[in-house]
């Protein structure tokens, strides 16, 4: 079994950054990937980056790549998304979550979840 929380959002400016952390407890994280959605108001969740517990390869959305970093510390099991030159548009719920397997985009075949944590961007 596997609890998730995640921590670090707030309000930032337009153009500002925040790091986002996901910490995990529970069994070893190995062959697990660990993803970042984010849900805003009247707005279906959608995938933002995700991140192979092992290999650390990396997987990001249009919307994300070039802004936004997944990375993790294996010993700390703690996952980060360190997200940079942030818009309004990114203002969500932003929620860690953990599949057994490699990579997916798709909310439904995570199996664990956190509870979320806001990120509003102001203008």
């Known amino acids: 079994q596997v609890q998730l929380g995640e921590s670090g959002g707030g309000l930032v400016q337009a153009g500002g950054s925040v790091r986002l952390s996901c910490a995990a407890s529970?069994?070893?994280?190995?062959?697990?990937?660990m993803a970042w959605f984010r849900q805003a108001p009247g707005k279906e969740r959608e995938f933002v980056a995700a991140?192979?517990?092992?290999?650390?390869?990396?997987y990001y959305s249009d919307s994300a790549k070039g802004r936004f970093t997944i990375s993790r510390d294996n010993v700390k099991k703690l996952g980060y998304l360190q997200m940079n030159s942030l818009k309004p548009e990114d203002t969500a719920v932003y929620s860690c979550?953990?599949?057994?397997?490699?990579?997916?985009?798709?909310?439904?075949?995570?199996?664990?979840w956190g509870q979320g944590t806001q990120v509003t961007v102001s203008s």
């Open positions: 979550a953990l599949r057994l397997g490699g990579y997916s985009d798709n909310d439904s075949s995570y199996e664990y």
């Open positions: 991140i192979g517990w092992i290999t650390a390869n990396t």
């Open positions: 529970g069994r070893t994280l190995f062959g697990y990937t």
